[in-house]
């Protein structure tokens, strides 16, 4: 999780009131902030789900409205824009958002802060750069309008930041720290995108790095922020993150035109929350006026009437998407330490899931027949479930921002994993023989979640001589453990060998409880293995049923 280092002097200056080192150590773990060391400067880890906490702004303004200083919902104000962006097409990173904030008063400690969090949202929301990239400057130094567009590498050349040396975009990936640094980001387009003023002048090169002309010294006062990137709410998002830190300092937010549009956009968002909800997943009984001062005390704005409250979200929470982080926030506003435990009114009887009992024995059972078992992740990528494994893509859940492709969507089946596992140790001896029993996620558009858990088993034998009868062999010693009458058939899958695979059907069931045989050459070519392996897959809860 993030460590963000603040000044405790600083901190305290911007809380509202004196407070203490031992109230201080009292509060901050109680607004999802642990203090990983305490001296002159404080290292705090943050929750990676709270980005308004990345900076000491931010940390003082939640202290200061948990403490009751000053409650209920920031009130900011954004002047009439001044300044003007141009957006056109751009390929690389299409969209773009601005602010402008002025009278900022800049000191080292400030400095230290925007800049910190500048690189925690670039790092953590940003994945480095690759979904959110952030450029701060000095606006007095440039004549608007500014333009955001693609160039070609060699067509515009600028003096990048700490640098003393004009260079055009080509010269600044093979030379300059930051562009060696962060040249995959830009690399196999075109064209490359930068911000330019209306004299032509380089404002920023992102993703890559700003220009040295617009460079944040300490005595600059009216800043500009530019945020690029592929994702138009992460970036705004950030955008008010940034400016209601600067607001924070003392400066005034002033809007920007951006190809029509106003930003940033700080207008609250309204969402209703179930107040018998609340108290039932809290557990407390506490009335309606009380919930009203928690929400006030958590930032929020709030009017409660009946069993609902109307909400309203504060622009920098981009943590809030659903009304169960809101209840969560009552109960770190009443204090989750002072809730107090209760045993449960109705006594209940603990027992061991059947699904789990079921799935231990096909373990020994697994063993028993020389099989090793792996543990692989539920995340997995793409290629590796469909594309390596010789077979159309099917629908899977996926994840909107992945840190990596190589764990971008969840498995629906467990075999290419294990047959990534032997790939992995093709050094080791071989035969090999691994099994995993355990969940894919399945959608199904009819779950809650639009998704649903199964509980699958596999295994996978790789040697000279593996073959089909092999895994027959297996097959029928699970069919015979288990006591489950099953038929066997001619299969095609494009996974296996033709001629060399099958399936496994229940009485009355149309659809294959499993699949076995010789994996297809093309998929071991796609692993590069050299031996060759045999393999079966099973849904375990169909065999559990019966």
């Given at each position: 999780?993030?460590?963000?280092?603040?000044?405790s002097?600083?901190l305290?200056?911007?809380?509202g009131?004196?407070i203490?080192?031992?109230?201080m150590?009292?509060?901050?773990?109680?607004?999802?902030?642990s203090?990983?060391?305490?001296?002159e400067?404080?290292?705090?880890?943050?929750?990676p789900?709270?980005?308004?906490l990345?900076?000491t702004?931010?940390?003082?303004?939640?202290i200061?409205?948990?403490?009751?200083i000053?409650?209920?919902?920031?009130?900011?104000d954004?002047?009439?824009p001044l300044i003007?962006v141009?957006?056109s097409?751009?390929?690389?990173?299409?969209f773009i958002?601005?602010?402008?904030?002025?009278?900022?008063r800049?000191?080292?400690?400030m400095?230290?802060?925007?800049?910190q969090?500048?690189?925690?949202?670039?790092?953590t929301?940003?994945?480095?750069r690759?979904k959110?990239a952030?450029g701060?400057?000095?606006?007095?130094?440039?004549?608007?309008?500014?333009y955001?567009?693609e160039?070609?590498p060699?067509?515009i050349e600028?003096?990048?930041l700490?640098?003393s040396?004009?260079?055009?975009?080509?010269q600044?990936?093979?030379?300059?720290?930051k562009?060696?640094?962060?040249?995959h980001?830009?690399?196999?387009a075109?064209?490359?995108?930068?911000?330019?003023?209306?004299?032509?002048?380089?404002?920023?090169?992102p993703?890559?790095?700003?220009g040295?002309?617009?460079?944040?010294t300490e005595e600059?006062?009216?800043?500009?922020?530019d945020i690029?990137?592929?994702?138009e709410?992460?970036i705004?998002?950030?955008?008010?993150?940034?400016?209601?830190?600067?607001?924070?300092?003392?400066?005034?937010?002033e809007?920007?035109?951006?190809?029509?549009?106003?930003?940033?956009?700080l207008?609250?968002?309204l969402?209703e929350?179930?107040t018998?909800?609340a108290r039932?997943?809290l557990g407390?009984?506490?009335?309606?006026k009380?919930i009203?001062?928690?929400?006030?005390?958590?930032g929020y704005?709030?009017?409660?009437?009946?069993?609902s409250?109307?909400v309203?979200i504060?622009?920098f929470?981009?943590d809030?998407?659903?009304?169960?982080?809101i209840?969560?926030d009552?109960?770190?506003?009443y204090?989750f330490?002072d809730?107090i435990?209760e045993?449960?009114?109705?006594?209940?009887?603990?027992?061991a899931?059947?699904t789990e009992?079921?799935?231990?024995r096909?373990?020994?059972l697994?063993?028993?027949?020389g099989f090793?078992?792996v543990?692989?992740?539920?995340?997995?990528?793409?290629e590796?479930q469909?594309?390596k494994?010789?077979?159309k893509?099917e629908?899977?859940?996926?994840i909107?921002?992945?840190?990596?492709?190589e764990?971008?969507?969840?498995?629906?089946w467990?075999l290419?994993s294990?047959?990534?596992?032997?790939?992995?140790?093709?050094?080791?001896?071989?035969?090999q023989k691994?099994?995993?029993i355990?969940?894919?996620?399945?959608p199904n558009s009819?779950s809650d979640?639009?998704?649903?858990?199964?509980?699958?088993?596999?295994?996978?034998?790789?040697?000279?001589?593996?073959?089909?009868?092999?895994?027959?062999s297996?097959?029928?010693a699970i069919?015979?453990n288990?006591?489950?009458?099953w038929?066997?058939?001619?299969y095609?899958?494009?996974?296996?060998?033709?001629?060399?695979c099958?399936?496994?059907f229940l009485p009355?069931?149309?659809?294959?409880?499993?699949?076995f045989?010789e994996?297809?050459p093309?998929v071991?070519?796609n692993?590069e293995l050299?031996?060759?392996?045999?393999?079966f897959?099973?849904d375990?809860e169909?065999?559990f049923?019966h």
């Amino acid at each position: 999780m993030p460590i963000i280092t603040v000044d405790s002097d600083d901190l305290k200056s911007l809380i509202g009131r004196k407070i203490s080192d031992e109230e201080m150590k009292k509060v901050l773990p109680l607004n999802k902030l642990s203090i990983e060391d305490w001296s002159e400067e404080i290292k705090i880890e943050v929750t990676p789900d709270r980005p308004d906490l990345f900076s000491t702004e931010g940390m003082a303004r939640q202290i200061s409205s948990w403490l009751g200083i000053n409650t209920g919902l920031v009130k900011t104000d954004v002047s009439k824009p001044l300044i003007e962006v141009v957006p056109s097409k751009v390929s690389l990173r299409p969209f773009i958002t601005c602010g402008v904030v002025r009278g900022v008063r800049m000191n080292d400690s400030m400095i230290k802060s925007i800049m910190q969090l500048q690189e925690m949202l670039d790092f953590t929301l940003g994945r480095d750069r690759k979904k959110v990239a952030i450029g701060l400057h000095d606006v007095c130094k440039v004549i608007p309008p500014f333009y955001y567009k693609e160039i070609l590498p060699e067509e515009i050349e600028f003096v990048p930041l700490n640098s003393s040396k004009r260079m055009n975009l080509m010269q600044v990936i093979k030379t300059h720290p930051k562009g060696i640094q962060y040249s995959h980001l830009v690399r196999g387009a075109k064209k490359w995108p930068v911000i330019v003023d209306s004299k032509n002048r380089v404002l920023s090169f992102p993703p890559i790095i700003n220009g040295e002309l617009t460079k944040v010294t300490e005595e600059t006062t009216d800043l500009f922020i530019d945020i690029t990137g592929p994702n138009e709410r992460l970036i705004n998002h950030c955008l008010n993150i940034l400016v209601t830190a600067l607001e924070k300092r003392g400066g005034k937010i002033e809007a920007v035109s951006l190809g029509g549009k106003l930003r940033p956009d700080l207008s609250p968002r309204l969402m209703e929350v179930n107040t018998d909800e609340a108290r039932k997943l809290l557990g407390l009984e506490i009335s309606n006026k009380e919930i009203q001062t928690l929400l006030e005390r958590m930032g929020y704005g709030a009017a409660v009437k009946k069993n609902s409250a109307s909400v309203l979200i504060p622009a920098f929470r981009a943590d809030i998407l659903h009304p169960v982080d809101i209840i969560e926030d009552i109960g770190i506003a009443y204090g989750f330490y002072d809730i107090i435990p209760e045993v449960p009114r109705l006594p209940t009887t603990g027992e061991a899931n059947r699904t789990e009992e079921l799935s231990n024995r096909v373990r020994e059972l697994m063993i028993g027949l020389g099989f090793q078992e792996v543990i692989n992740y539920t995340l997995t990528s793409k290629e590796r479930q469909f594309a390596k494994m010789n077979v159309k893509p099917e629908s899977s859940v996926e994840i909107e921002n992945p840190v990596s492709q190589e764990y971008s969507a969840c498995r629906r089946w467990l075999l290419p994993s294990l047959i990534e596992n032997i790939r992995s140790n093709k050094h080791r001896k071989f035969p090999q023989k691994i099994f995993e029993i355990a969940d894919c996620i399945i959608p199904n558009s009819k779950s809650d979640t639009s998704a649903l858990n199964v509980r699958k088993l596999s295994g996978v034998t790789a040697h000279s001589h593996a073959s089909l009868s092999e895994i027959i062999s297996i097959l029928n010693a699970i069919k015979e453990n288990f006591g489950v009458k099953w038929e066997m058939k001619s299969y095609k899958h494009e996974s296996f060998i033709p001629g060399r695979c099958g399936a496994i059907f229940l009485p009355g069931m149309q659809e294959p409880l499993g699949i076995f045989g010789e994996i297809n050459p093309k998929v071991l070519v796609n692993f590069e293995l050299n031996n060759p392996a045999a393999a079966f897959e099973l849904d375990a809860e169909k065999i559990f049923e019966h």
